[in-house]
């Protein structure tokens, strides 16, 4: 991809539109966003403001769109836009926000401002500034299929292991079945566990499913770093392997941003509407729960509480479904003080968890999560998101909190009911 | 021009031009965001979000607690603002004149009241934007301008009802003036928020509702 300063400026005009034009019009720079985010709240530092993440675009914005901000900018009252602030927006735009949409909830004027500071690195993006490593995550994953890097057979042999672990046929390319599943690179790595409790939740609930060689990445990194390009292909891989499987749904996995890139997004960067109903795998489980496909035995007396990823529950709009589940198989479940929509971000989301020199930040803004976890008094945090998971762990440890973190569907399959009741 | 032509001037064409280019300005802004255009949504949304982009008209104008001193503020100011504007006697005279509809204004006291309510609410949070650090880096010359184009009709229309500093004509010619002025940068400055939170709420709340995600 060629990228320069004035490539960024143009790409920045032409996502301008109608919602970000009104944005601007109606923010007083009140300043309430501030005290939303994390990275605001926990170092103090009011560059953090997520307002401020947009500047150089609202600049754009009022001299290029509106007749006051041209007569300003003709007259000299106003400073163009330069590749410099570009270079200054990198940090507040990349490297100190997860892009968790926590400031858009209470924006007395409306404002999504998260939808801009996705446009933001768009711009930033297209000038050549994204982050390496971020950029070393695309081209990993166009070559090799996976975030990560490693290749279809590393793939096919966790998902060996799980059909020796569980006794139950997992398929790679079957046509004609219920559900194409897709995994992210660190379910596939670090909690492949996910794939042997998939299989038996599946098994028993009369699922079929299948995985696809030609698509099992539902990590796209194209999306954190604002590359349309590479988030396109990366959707059509998927549209691709489910149109070829004839499948028509889609589970997007226990990953916050894939569900946003698969779910919500992929139509509109391909321009055209899917032949496939996609949804997240605790969407699936909580509807055969409600077809009573889903049977549980026990319940966990451990007090534990959950944590909403960001791109799930505030973006993506699932909510309920993991309380519905939750429920079925704990007696002591407790809601963090700030949950769903308004749950405070992880903070290793939307691409920050790749960035070095982004960790002691990071690090700085876990105690958010760890006052929220510590104030419970529970034993064990579940998610449904890879990348929160990962982060709560580290965050676990380097605090020396005493708290087992677990992906829901884990939990779930650990409950499963082995045996039919009528057996 | 002595203050009885001043006054009348204001007035008279004064008023008439100030009208005129709020009223282009308002639709000359609204053309300028409406014709950006909506990006089209191609995902199978839960909902065509109508009901939540309504409800977040309505339901982001409720206080958000964390900030109860700046929100109060803000609240006093733009509620007495309205307040003032609607329903303090001769202002009501002057829109039956205007539009020939006509309401009762509430008593002079209690207009009274608000006004000092209302000024000190502004100087409170004009002492916040100017003392926060967080707000201090936000905040232009626009917002200070903006600030003082709205101050300006507050307290001079307190000046001249209680015949205070200036001679009352000329106060009241200055009263209306400033408000001519308010009325001319409402299209071009940081006031346009006072329409356009509006479509901006629209937006985000419809876009949430396409996603299930309550407004």
């Known amino acids: 991809m060629s990228t320069s300063f004035i ?5 920045l005009k032409k996502l301008i539109d109608a919602p970000i034009a009104s944005y601007f019009s109606s923010c007083t720079n009140c300043g309430i966003c501030a005290q939303a985010c994390i990275f605001y709240t926990e170092t103090g530092d009011a560059k953090y403001t997520p307002i401020r993440r947009v500047e150089p675009m609202r600049r754009i914005w009022e001299q290029e769109f509106t007749l006051s901000g041209r007569v300003k900018k003709w007259l000299g009252l106003s400073r163009p836009v330069t590749a410099q602030d570009f270079h200054d927006t990198v940090e507040l735009a990349f490297e100190s926000c997860t892009t968790c949409g926590r400031c858009s909830m209470v924006c007395p004027a409306g404002n999504d401002i998260v939808y801009m500071i996705r446009k933001m690195r768009e711009g930033l993006t297209n000038a050549g500034l994204a982050p390496p490593s971020l950029k070393a995550a695309a081209v990993r994953t166009l070559e090799k299929g996976s975030v990560m890097g490693f290749p279809m057979k590393t793939f096919e ?40 409790a998939l299989a038996q939740i599946f098994d028993k609930a009369g699922v079929t499913w299948t995985f696809s060689s030609l698509a099992h990445e539902a990590g796209n990194p194209g999306m954190h770093m604002g590359a349309s390009e590479v988030e396109a292909e990366m959707i059509n891989r998927i549209v691709d392997a489910a149109e070829s499987l004839n499948i028509k749904n889609v589970i997007s996995p226990e990953c ?33 729960r409600q077809e009573g496909r889903l049977q549980t035995t026990g319940k966990e007396s451990e007090r534990l509480t959950f944590h909403d990823p960001c791109q799930a ?21 407790v809601e963090m003080s700030d949950n769903m929509a308004c749950n405070w971000c992880c903070g290793g989301g939307g691409g920050m968890n790749t960035i070095e020199k982004a960790e002691p930040l990071m690090k ?14 529970v034993t064990t945090v579940v998610t449904m998101c890879a990348t929160c998971r990962n982060t709560l762990e580290e965050g676990i440890e380097d605090n020396n909190m005493d708290v087992e973190v677990l992906g829901l569907t884990e939990v779930l399959a650990n409950h499963l009911l082995k045996e039919n009741k009528n057996d | 021009m002595n203050e009885l032509e001043l006054l009348n001037w204001a007035r008279g064409p004064g008023l ?25 949504e191609y995902a199978d949304t839960r909902d065509d979000g109508v009901k939540d982009g309504l409800i977040m008209i309505v ?38 004149d205007i539009f020939g509809v006509f309401w009762s204004g509430w008593p002079n006291y209690l207009i009274d009241v608000v006004t000092v309510l209302s000024i000190a609410s502004m100087l409170y949070m004009l002492i916040i934007r100017i003392t926060d650090p967080t707000r201090r880096i936000l905040s232009s010359t626009g917002d200070y301008l903006v600030w003082i184009l709205t101050f300006l009709p507050l307290i001079t229309g307190y000046l001249a009802f209680h015949r205070l500093m200036l001679d009352y004509t000329l106060m009241l010619a200055l009263h209306i003036l400033s408000v001519e002025l308010l009325m001319i940068a409402l299209p071009f400055s940081k ?25």
């Open chain 1, 157 to 196: 042999a966790q998902v060996k292991a799980a059909e020796k672990e569980t006794g139950i046929k997992i398929n790679i390319d079957q046509p004609d079945v219920d559900y194409l599943v897709l995994l992210s690179s660190a379910e596939v790595m670090q909690f492949n566990e996910i794939i042997a």
């Open chain 1, 256 to 288: 916050g941003h894939a569900y946003m890139a698969i779910r919500w997004e992929g139509p509109n960067v391909i321009g055209r509407p899917y032949p496939f109903k996609v949804y997240h795998i605790i969407e699936v489980l909580d509807k055969l």
């Open chain 1, 364 to 377: 700085k803004v876990f105690h958010r999560k760890k006052q929220q976890i510590d104030e419970l008094n």
């Open chain 1, 7 to 11: 490539q960024g400026v143009n790409v």
């Open chain 2, 59 to 96: 339901k982001r104008s409720l206080p958000e607690t964390r900030h109860w001193k700046y929100i109060t503020a803000s609240y006093i100011f733009h509620i007495g603002l309205f307040i003032i504007v609607f329903f303090f006697t001769p202002h009501t005279q002057f829109f039956r």
């Open chain 2, 16 to 40: 008439a031009y100030a009208s005129i280019i709020m009223f282009f300005g308002i639709s000359l802004r609204l053309l300028e965001i409406l014709s950006l255009g909506r990006p089209a």
């Open chain 1, 313 to 333: 529950a505030r973006r993506g709009g699932v909510n309920e479904p993991q309380r519905n589940l939750l429920n079925m198989v704990t007696d002591n479940f």
């Open chain 2, 191 to 215: 006031l346009t928020h006072s329409f356009t939170f509006i479509l901006s709420r629209w937006y985000t709340g419809s876009n949430f509702g396409r996603r299930g995600i309550k407004s």
